[in-house]
């Protein structure tokens, strides 16, 4: 169990010589060094986490760290200077109810301010095998809470949550140690494998893809795609407005094309070409396949070439 981690160090004389230093005694502090050791080696945290903000501001607080994983998870991270307590865990949890109900445009304006790329750039580069259109982002939340020591109450309450009601949520003891010789080292234990805490957070409902496009007679379509573009959210109105004009105007209208567009109407970027093509993928919307194509000139996932059909060009213009 993740409680305190002792160390000693071996001296010349083979002598061992118990280490029990911590961040206080050695004008160590928790936001100016230890956020600093984790915002820079985000590793000591995760192998799979990448962190998009820093003192991040919510309803009820300031957030010490936030990460995204390889899933497109958002990562709430909390740190304690000494003891992880019991209200370490009601803080995040409360933390992880707001941030559940950010959008993407949301996470993609904190990802800016920290690392100076909007979310899809950062986690393209971040995550170079994973395919961002499978992605759906902050579908799920990851609690990490870090200190150097946890009591036992919260420890019993992490993995009661984790294991009977499957909270992915997780804590790491840390042990600051300052050698005779003047190294400093940090040392991580954490209460379950990380390979384990992200079999759970895979566990997710995959929506049905499709490149096939539908076979609907022209007034049943015309209804379909209106009843679509109803839905006011940002990416059913990014197909209607940027990429049904763009694809009346031009014979192929490329990713680079989509964002350039993106840009000029001052939407910004965030997710919205992965989103679209996710969007054009979904079996369920073959209605919009039939009246727009599309390829993979450069990877097997990534949608570009988006072309009218031109039997459908008056529809889409009185649509439009």
């Given amino acids: 169990m993740a409680t305190m981690i002792d160390v000693w160090q071996i001296n010349p004389k083979g002598k061992f010589e118990r280490i029990n230093t911590n961040l206080v005694e050695n004008n160590r502090t928790e936001p100016d060094d230890l956020e600093t050791w984790l915002a820079k080696?985000?590793?000591?945290?995760?192998?799979?986490?990448?962190?998009?903000?820093?003192?991040?501001?919510?309803?009820?607080g300031e957030l010490d760290l936030l990460g995204i994983d390889s899933?497109?998870?958002?990562?709430?991270?909390?740190?304690?200077?000494?003891?992880?307590?019991?209200?370490?865990?009601?803080?995040?949890?409360?933390?992880?109810?707001?941030?559940?109900?950010?959008?993407?445009?949301?996470?993609?304006e904190e990802c800016l301010k920290y690392t100076k790329q909007s979310l899809e750039d950062f986690f393209s580069e971040q995550f170079p095998n994973i395919d961002i259109e499978n992605?759906?982002?902050?579908?799920?939340?990851?609690?990490?809470?870090?200190?150097?020591?946890?009591?036992e109450p919260l420890q019993r309450m992490i993995e009661w949550l984790f294991n009977q009601y499957s909270v992915i949520i997780n804590a790491i003891t840390l042990k600051y140690i300052k050698t005779s010789s003047g190294e400093e080292l940090l040392a991580r234990i954490?209460?379950?494998?990380?390979?384990?805490?992200?079999?759970?957070?895979?566990?997710?409902?995959?929506?049905?893809k499709s490149d096939e496009p539908g076979n609907y007679d022209p007034e049943i379509l015309k209804e379909k795609l209106i009843e679509y573009f109803k839905d006011k959210r940002k990416i059913p109105q990014a197909i209607k407005n940027i990429l049904l004009p763009l694809c009346l105007k031009n014979s192929a209208v490329t990713r680079d094309m989509i964002k350039k567009e993106i840009l000029s109407q001052g939407m910004g970027l965030s997710a919205i070409v992965p989103n679209i093509s996710t969007q054009m993928g979904?079996?369920?919307?073959?209605?919009?396949?039939?009246?727009?194509?599309?390829?993979?000139?450069?990877?097997e996932w990534e949608k570009d070439n988006y072309t009218l059909n031109e039997k459908y060009r008056k529809l889409v213009e009185e649509i439009e």
Avoid at 41 to 60: A, H
Avoid at 95 to 107: M, P, Q, T
Avoid at 190 to 199: G, R, T, V, Y
């Fill in 41 to 60: 080696n985000p590793e000591i945290i995760s192998k799979d986490i990448r962190l998009i903000g820093r003192q991040v501001t919510t309803k009820t």
């Fill in 71 to 108: 899933s497109g998870n958002i990562v709430i991270i909390e740190l304690k200077r000494e003891k992880l307590a019991r209200d370490a865990l009601a803080q995040a949890i409360d933390y992880a109810s707001d941030i559940a109900n950010w959008d993407i445009d949301k996470i993609s």
């Fill in 135 to 151: 992605i759906v982002f902050n579908s799920t939340q990851r609690i990490m809470l870090i200190g150097f020591i946890i009591e």
């Fill in 190 to 208: 954490s209460i379950f494998d990380e390979n384990i805490e992200k079999s759970k957070s895979n566990k997710k409902f995959i929506l049905s």
């Fill in 282 to 299: 979904l079996e369920k919307n073959d209605f919009l396949r039939q009246i727009i194509s599309y390829s993979y000139p450069n990877y």
